[in-house]
Every structure is written in structure tokens, then in C-alpha cells.
């Protein structure tokens, strides 16, 4: 408990930070989020308005401390502020509906291309040589080379373009309305097939050899001699003694992925115009849209530091040795 508490109050602290960094950033800056929607709109904002578009954004003549508690409150309120790229839609809401997507489909697609990797490196470490270790593993390394928007483009060209068995982008087709329905949850899948494809293709092999290679230096310590001694079954000895204890460094790694998954692979969902937070992230960017960009930081910046937390409380689950140290 001491050391969960420790790890709790590092990342509450680095949490304040981002919050802090979030609200200071922006005002270094020149100009504000009014003056620049002021600009957009050519001058047809009345002059009059642009106090109430300034309170709006939490650009006031108020102190900066003032500005700062207020800005606190509004956050712990989940305000996140306007986005005038959607305007009048708040940032929260806009988030909330890219987040949908994209939890969906990077997150499906990292926790599947983690947990297939994971299994695969287990296989070829403990059977060296075979086919899984000589052939599959430099295939899907090979793979892991190419940047993953190359494979989603080639992707779309191949199953998208040429064959037509795939949808060409979006997450559902136009003539479709969101429903609890199968029809609908059938044409979702179907549009998520590809970039989910180019995603795993992309980090399989990364786990995979990662994985391998923890596992050939975990076959060769005096704990799985002493498992093989006492006779168990090699099953038991692969999965319970040896994966185990090589998984540690994949967790490490995996929770780091499983943070910047609402980033969204921003490349891929700008291939197939996929409606995730890298999508967002990317209009918000052409449209100088300060508040959406805000609320995407702070919200990658928040949902990492999550995983990490729990990432070191699956590792004193995982490692006895952890708990001893801690």
C-alpha cells in the first residue's frame, strides 16, 4: 500500500502539471482563440461580441490566478470549453463522440495485436528454430518496418479500390443511421476491418519479438530448471513459469500503447477519414481550433498516466519480486 500510494501521488503530480502546462501554454502564446474566429469569419463577428467570446474561451481581463482556479473549477465540472471549429458545440461533446470511435477501433486493435503477439513470441521461444521463429517472426518484422499509414494506403488500394470488398472510409456508411442494431454493428465492423488490419500488422511484430526475446532469456534461469526437475508439465512451465515472468516488459510497453490510443493512429484514420480523436486532432490543428486541441492534449496527456498507474499495479500483481521491493 505504501508504494501504491507513492506511485499515486507521482502521477497526481504529474497530472496537476499537465493541467498547469494546459492553462499556460495558450496564454504565452499571441493572440487568443476570439481574435483568431475573428479572423475566420472575415470581420462579420460583431466588435461588440468579442468580450463575450473572449469570457467564452477564459481569455478575461481577470488576474491569472483567477483565470487559473476558474479554469480548475470548469475542468473538475468537465468543462472543457467551446470548440469554435464546431461552434457552439462544447469541446467535451466533440471529444466524447471521436473517443467512441476511437476506443473502438485502436483499442481493439492494440489489445488484439498485443495479446496475439505476446502468445506468438511465447510459441517461438519455446520452440527455437521452428517455423514460427525462423519464418514468421522476420516476416512480421519486416512488416513492422513499413510506417503503418504505408499498409493502411496500401490497404485501401488493394481491398478498398481494387476488389471492393471493403468500405473506403468513414465509420459507417452514409446511408446508414446509428442504431442498436445488427445491420448497424455488421456495417460498423466491416468499415473498421481495414485501418484495425493496418494497425495490427503494423505492432504485431514488435510484440512479438519483444516477447520471444524475453522469453529465450527467461528459459535459461535456475527457476525453470527447477520446474523442468520437478517434472511439471511443459504447458505449466511455458505459460505459469517461464510467460510470466517474460511478459513484464510487454506489460510496460502495453500500457504505454494503451495510453496513446486516444491519440488515435492519426495517419490511418486521416487514410480512411475514420471519425476518432486523430481525426479530431488533425482538424482542430487546419482550423487552429485552440480549445479542441486543449481538451485532446489534456485528455492523451490524462488517459496515459492512467495506464501507467494501472500498468504498475498489474506489474506487483504479475512480479512477487515487486511486491517484496516496494
Known amino acids: 500500500m505504501p508504494y501504491v500510494l ?35 469569419f472575415e470581420g462579420r463577428v460583431a466588435p461588440e461580441a468579442m468580450d463575450a467570446l473572449r469570457a467564452a474561451f477564459g481569455f478575461t ?6 483565470q487559473y482556479f476558474t479554469y480548475l473549477r470548469h475542468l473538475l465540472a468537465g468543462d472543457l470549453g467551446i470548440s469554435y471549429a464546431y461552434y457552439p458545440s462544447r469541446v467535451s461533446e466533440v471529444i466524447g ?30 520452440n527455437r528454430g521452428g517455423w514460427l521463429d525462423s519464418a514468421v517472426a522476420p516476416a512480421l518484422a519486416f512488416l513492422g518496418a513499413f ?26 456508411s452514409h446511408d446508414m443511421e446509428p442504431a442498436l442494431s445488427f445491420a448497424f454493428a455488421a456495417d460498423v465492423a466491416r468499415h473498421a476491418v481495414l485501418p484495425a488490419a493496418s494497425i495490427v500488422v503494423a505492432t504485431l511484430g514488435g510484440w512479438m519479438l519483444s516477447m520471444r526475446n524475453t522469453m529465450v532469456a527467461t528459459l535459461g534461469t535456475d527457476t525453470l530448471r527447477l520446474a523442468h526437475a520437478k517434472g511439471l508439465p511443459s504447458r505449466q512451465v511455458m505459460l505459469r513459469y517461464a510467460a510470466r515472468n517474460a511478459l513484464l516488459p510487454n506489460v ?7 495510453g496513446f490510443v486516444l491519440s488515435g493512429s492519426l495517419l490511418t484514420e486521416i487514410v480512411f477519414s475514420y471519425p476518432g480523436t486523430g481525426y479530431l486532432l488533425i482538424l482542430a490543428v487546419r482550423n487552429q481550433d485552440y480549445p479542441l486541441m486543449q481538451g485532446l492534449f489534456l485528455v492523451i ?9 494501472a500498468v504498475d499495479l498489474l506489474c506487483l500483481w504479475l512480479d512477487p519480486r515487486t511486491r517484496a521491493h516496494a
Open 6 to 40: 507513492r506511485r499515486l501521488g507521482f502521477y497526481l503530480l504529474a497530472a496537476w502539471a499537465s493541467l498547469t502546462l494546459n492553462f499556460v501554454i495558450p496564454r504565452l502564446a499571441p493572440g487568443d482563440p476570439a481574435s483568431a474566429m475573428f479572423a475566420r
Open 61 to 66: 481581463n481577470a488576474p491569472v490566478h483567477v
Open 97 to 126: 463522440t471521436g473517443l467512441v470511435w476511437t476506443v473502438g477501433l485502436a483499442g481493439c486493435a492494440v489489445i488484439f495485436s498485443f495479446a496475439l503477439g505476446s502468445f506468438l513470441g511465447v510459441l517461438a521461444a519455446w
Open 147 to 172: 510506417p503503418y499509414f504505408w499498409l493502411a494506403m496500401l490497404a485501401l488500394y488493394l481491398f478498398g479500390f481494387g476488389l471492393g470488398w471493403f468500405p473506403l472510409r468513414h465509420a459507417y
Open 252 to 258: 510496460t510497453g502495453f500500457g504505454m500503447a494503451l
Open 301 to 309: 496527456t490524462l488517459a496515459v498516466l492512467a495506464a501507467n498507474f
